[in-house]
């Protein structure tokens, strides 16, 4: 069974930061993180896809968080991070990792982010 281990949620002031951990068993080609906040549907924060012919790695991250959040992937370790800066309330959620595997999407348990 695939599990996705996250990290480093917890609770920040408005304007602080926090650095979410996700860390895969093996080797994948597209890491995600998505949020989800009560009431609310799922949406897609930042990416990471690593392709064979992309000559690298092809970053997303939402606009809702461009510029205070970062995204990187450390693929010796499987690997992703996800870099938040400057808080806003609005950021609250509980957070999920997903990482693709030959072809299947596995997710994390999530981690609670919340800024107050």
């Known amino acids: 069974d695939v599990q996705l281990v996250e990290s480093g949620g917890g609770s920040v002031q408005p304007g602080g930061s926090l650095r979410l951990s996700c860390r895969a068993p093996?080797?994948?080609?597209?890491m995600a993180w998505f949020r989800q906040a009560p009431r609310k549907e799922r949406e897609g924060v930042a990416a990471i896809y690593t392709g064979r012919y992309t000559g690298g790695d092809i970053t997303y991250v939402a606009d809702s968080v461009k510029g205070r959040f970062t995204t990187s992937k450390d693929n010796a370790k499987n690997s992703l991070y996800l870099q938040m800066n400057s808080l806003k309330p609005e950021d609250t959620a509980m957070y999920y990792c997903a990482a693709a595997i030959r072809g299947v999407w596995y997710w994390g348990q999530g981690t609670q982010v919340t800024v107050s």
């Open positions: 093996v080797a994948t080609y597209c």
